[in-house]
């Protein structure tokens, strides 16, 4: 891919089929969405998946390729259009309407800096990240053509073999180490970054210095794979390409650099000719009708988040890729009232937060992290079998020195928490509670308690507002609610419904011990193999 690349041809002419109907939006300097070619009201399709995050992705390709016509839908926008300042997102630094999923103030994840708040108002627009809320926990997810892969880090992780069958016992480890995890890794573009770039460049200087205090206190590190091309952030670096991963981009959106599903799965898929998306399409029902097909019932959104108009199709199998939460949230409703009565009770079940939690050190004035610092992190420190804890070493881009290591750790947490329906609001409600966060910074504290004492440093109590050492509140990586062998079969398909299947994070009964869309690809590989050999 050559340093100035985007989406390559093919994606773009699909993905930007009907741009007139984008006027609206162009008008007012925001970034288009291609709804001209929407799916029409009644329509009838083979094939309806709900989302374009890693599982429906790989869902609509796979079905695509085996000749069959796949109709995609997805809430939020294209992002296939730049605003009035010539880019598709906004920094991180400099977070706008693009950057939140209709809020009206931010909620970034280090909410302050030397103790002041830095949210802000934003107008309320069909942004890129959604900050979900529930009683106990913030739930940050993709929004739009990409899901998730449009706000990550980008980290592509193999979970460590012989962990594997604690994650999903009831999948066959070798299929999904000699055949799975490699096709996925190899359709998500996953690489390693140059070690001899990596040891040298400014922009690593926060990794460098993560890895010494891991290695001065004992604990094993590795260099994990990314979906970041390192050639262009070579040119980045170099100075002879927009800056994008050394610009502060990542949580509202990579405008080059990244290798989304944009670029790689969706792409592909767009190449067959044979999947239409549908955005800012809304699924909000599914119901069996006559001759074993099923009915959606589609809410069409505008930038605002307001429903203009309402569709029902119908299609011969539908497939839920909305991400954990998406999927959890539609089923539990679903089942609650009485739409999909036969579903089993374990829907809703066995959700957890990956066991994610956050937190910085203070380094001392010798150990600088550098104000150059990439967005896209390449190292973990792995303790799982000693404490529980496998920690990123994560970036804190804000383009000043701030001596200041920032850490994501994924943990060993029993806890999970179900969603249920709530007549009285109309809502589903995640029975998640905060103080279950506990097991997770014990965990966490396993690493960074020993290297601050061989250090002789502290935690930074500056960064998430009330003096508080660890992020405790938010997951990045919702995983469960509907788990693979329970909610479904072993193949994700549900319980109750022929031709209804689950594709997505929603089969991982909660944790993956590492960071979890590699996991998601390469299960959702494995099951629709299956799916189309023996289903279609
Ligand atoms: P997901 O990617 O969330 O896609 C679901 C899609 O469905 C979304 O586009 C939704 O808008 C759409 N949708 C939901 N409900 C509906 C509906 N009713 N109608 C129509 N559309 C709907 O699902 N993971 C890693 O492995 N490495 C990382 O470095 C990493 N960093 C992260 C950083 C951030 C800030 C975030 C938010 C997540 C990160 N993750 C990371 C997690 C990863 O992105 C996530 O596990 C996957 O995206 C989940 O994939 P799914 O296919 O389950």
């Known amino acids: 891919m050559s340093p100035r690349s985007s989406l390559p041809d ?60 796949v109709q995609l839908v997805e809430m939020g926008m294209a992002w296939d259009t730049p605003g009035s300042d010539g880019k598709i997102f906004p920094t991180s630094s400099a977070p706008d309407q693009r950057s939140y999923w209709l809020r009206t103030r931010t909620k970034q994840p280090v909410s302050n800096f030397f103790g002041f708040p830095i949210d802000k108002d934003i107008p309320r627009y069909t942004g890129v990240l959604d900050a979900e809320e529930f009683a106990g926990i913030t739930v940050y997810q993709g929004r739009g053509v990409g899901g998730g892969s449009l706000v990550n880090g980008g980290m592509a992780v193999t979970p460590r073999r012989d962990l594997f069958n604690q994650v999903l016992p009831t999948v066959d480890a070798n299929e ?33 210095v993560g890895k010494k205090h891991a290695e001065r206190s004992g604990f094993p590190w590795r260099f994990v794979p990314t979906v970041y091309d390192w050639d262009y952030m070579k040119a980045e670096a170099a100075g002879t390409a927009t800056k994008s991963a050394l610009a502060g981009e990542v949580l509202y959106g990579n405008n080059h650099g990244k290798l989304s599903l944009q670029k790689t799965y969706l792409a592909q898929a767009a190449a067959t000719g044979r999947v239409n998306i549908s ?45 954990s939460v998406g999927t959890s949230k539609l ?62 070493v994560a970036p804190l881009p804000v383009g000043i020195e701030t001596y200041a290591s920032m850490y994501l750790s994924i943990t060993r947490t029993n806890q999970r928490a179900s969603f249920s329906w709530n ?62 062998g329970k909610a479904t079969d072993n193949y994700g398909r549900l319980h109750g419904y022929p031709g209804l299947y689950v594709v997505d994070g929603a089969l991982i009964p909660g944790a993956a011990t590492v960071n979890p869309f590699v996991t998601i690809t390469a299960l959702a590989e494995r099951n629709i193999e299956k799916i189309r050999a023996t289903d279609f």
């Open 10 to 69: 093919v994606s773009r002419r699909t993905f930007l089929a009907g741009a007139g109907a984008a006027l609206g939006a162009t008008a007012l300097g925001l970034p288009g969405t291609a709804t001209a070619a929407a799916i029409p009201n009644g329509a009838s399709v083979p094939v309806l998946v709900i989302g374009t995050g890693y599982g429906g992705a790989v869902t609509a390709l796979r079905l695509a390729q085996a000749g069959i016509d």
């Open 176 to 208: 999904m180490y000699d055949v799975y995890y490699p096709r996925a890794n190899a359709a998500l573009g996953a690489k390693l970054v140059d070690p001899a770039w990596w040891g040298s460049t400014p922009a690593y200087q926060y990794s460098r």
């Open 279 to 323: 955005t800012l399409h809304r699924v909000t029902s599914v119901r069996p009708v006559s001759g074993g097909r099923y009915a959606v019932v589609l809410e069409v959104l505008n930038t605002s988040g307001t429903v203009t108009a309402t569709k029902e199709v119908t299609a011969d199998k539908v497939f839920f890729a909305g991400g």
């Open 331 to 392: 089923l539990t409703k679903l089942k609650a009232t009485g739409v999909l009565p036969a579903l089993n009770g374990e829907i809703g079940k066995g959700w957890g937060d990956n066991g994610n939690v956050m937190c910085g050190r203070a380094n001392h004035m010798w150990d600088p992290t550098g104000s150059l610092q990439s967005t896209i992190p390449t190292i973990g420190i792995d303790n799982w079998d000693a404490g529980g804890a496998f920690a990123e």
């Open 423 to 484: 007549p009285s609001t109309g809502k589903v409600d995640l029975s998640w509670q905060t103080s279950w966060k506990q097991t997770s910074i014990t965990a966490a504290k396993s690493i960074f308690d020993k290297i601050n004492s061989k250090e002789g440093t502290i935690y930074r109590t500056d960064l998430f507002g009330g003096y508080k050492i660890w992020n405790d509140t938010l997951t990045y990586h919702p995983l469960g609610g509907a788990v693979l």
